[in-house]
């Protein structure tokens, strides 16, 4: 992972990270969704995402979101080296196949 696209991945991190330890969960999984999308293609940073995902909907009781997760979680292990859907978020909410469009600060991370 290169520095910049590392820098960016890990400032989104971060940031979910500190506002689940606030119970600000709603904000937490934004940035976690935006992490998500810069780590999606590197096996460790995928996981992670779907991991601190997993770990709001615990907390929260959505046990659809859990559930979600763990499939996301394998799949994760298994896929990142071969096919990832760009700019998919990875929240259970949406098709873990379709990509979707990346938000312009993210683009420009990916593109450098």
Same mark, same amino acid.
């Given at each position: *992972?290169?520095?910049?696209?590392?820098? %960016? !991945?890990?400032?989104?991190?971060? &940031?979910? +990270?500190?506002?689940? *330890?606030?119970?600000?969960?709603?904000? %937490? !999984?934004?940035?976690?969704?935006? &992490?998500? +999308?810069?780590?999606?293609?590197?096996?460790?940073?995928?996981?992670?995402?779907?991991?601190?995902?997993?770990?709001?909907?615990?907390?929260?009781?959505?046990?659809?979101?859990?559930?979600?997760?763990?499939?996301?979680?394998?799949?994760?292990?298994?896929?990142?080296?071969?096919?990832?859907?760009?700019?998919?978020?990875?929240?259970?909410?949406?098709?873990?196949?379709?990509?979707?469009?990346?938000?312009?600060?993210?683009?420009?991370?990916?593109?450098?």
């Amino acid at each position: *992972m290169r520095q910049t696209l590392k820098d %960016a !991945f890990c400032f989104e991190m971060d &940031a979910g +990270i500190r506002l689940y *330890m606030l119970n600000e969960f709603d904000a %937490a !999984f934004y940035h976690l969704e935006r &992490a998500h +999308i810069l780590g999606q293609r590197y096996i460790i940073p995928h996981t992670k995402s779907h991991w601190w995902m997993l770990k709001v909907g615990l907390k929260q009781h959505k046990f659809r979101d859990v559930f979600g997760q763990v499939t996301r979680i394998i799949a994760s292990l298994l896929f990142s080296k071969i096919w990832v859907p760009m700019g998919n978020t990875g929240g259970s909410n949406v098709n873990p196949l379709k990509p979707m469009p990346i938000p312009e600060d993210l683009k420009k991370v990916l593109q450098s």
